[in-house]
């Protein structure tokens, strides 16, 4: 049963950083490209960014690029994304999910998601 | 960047019945397009691929349709479990964009 477990969300301070984890199980996570999702409080979904398989690749929504940078372990079947510059606006819940194609591109579908880690950026 | 619209925003409905959810592109997506089912507290599970291809496991109550710019999801005969919120989203080219989400309410 594939399953991704994020961790590493919590309360920041404006300004400040975190770092977030996704770890994968249950599937050959190096084969997949993966993403990030996240959901302000009562809000929509919004796509954060996409890795390829390799890690050599990343794309990035223009709210986060410059400060968010998407990593992956593929020895670890861990995922990583380091956020820096939190600002009130990047309060969510944040989504690893996992592409539906094995691919060495990213495609932007998403089949499978973990259950979400907690982000938020207050004084 | 492409945007999505959905309509309604809120639809309440009955078990038993037949909805339909329209998702709209800013510009031809063709029917690179997928339907989320989100629950509270709950991941988005994706229920339709590809316009109209639909995942596996999920009950054939659901279907998707449309290419282009427009499109549907129809959910025949609603179940208890059904009612939820409803995301549609893009996968055309990046950014993937999600529509804003429709509430489907008893």
């Known amino acids: 049963e594939v399953q991704l477990v994020e961790s590493g969300g919590g309360l920041v301070q404006p300004g400040g950083s975190l770092r977030l984890s996704c770890v994968a199980s249950?599937?050959?996570?190096?084969?997949?490209?993966m993403g990030w999702v996240r959901q302000a409080p009562g809000r929509g979904l919004e796509w954060v960014s996409s890795i390829s398989s390799s890690g050599t690749s990343t794309y990035y929504a223009d709210s986060v690029r410059g400060r968010f940078t998407f990593s992956r372990d593929n020895s670890r079947s861990t995922l990583y994304l380091q956020m820096n510059s939190l600002w009130a606006e990047d309060t969510a819940i944040y989504y690893c999910?996992?592409?539906?194609?094995?691919?060495?591109?990213?495609?932007?579908?998403?089949?499978?998601w973990g259950q979400g880690t907690l982000v938020t950026v207050s004084s | 960047d492409i945007q999505m619209t959905q309509s309604p925003s809120t639809l309440s409905a009955s078990v038993g019945d037949r909805v339909t959810i329209t998702c709209r592109a800013s510009?031809?997506?063709?029917?690179?397009l997928a339907w989320y089912q989100q629950k509270p507290g709950k991941a988005p599970k994706l229920l339709i691929y590809k316009a109209s291809s639909l995942e596996n496991g999920v009950p054939s109550r659901f279907s998707g349709s449309g290419s282009g710019t427009e499109f549907t999801l129809t959910i025949n005969s609603l179940q208890p479990e059904d009612f939820a919120t409803y995301y549609c989203q893009h996968y055309n080219s990046y950014p993937y964009t999600f529509g804003q989400g429709t509430i489907l309410e008893i």
């Open positions: 510009q031809s997506i063709s029917f690179w």
């Open positions: 249950g599937l050959t996570s190096s084969v997949y490209g």
């Open positions: 999910a996992k592409e539906r194609y094995s691919s060495s591109s990213v495609v932007g579908l998403f089949d499978y």
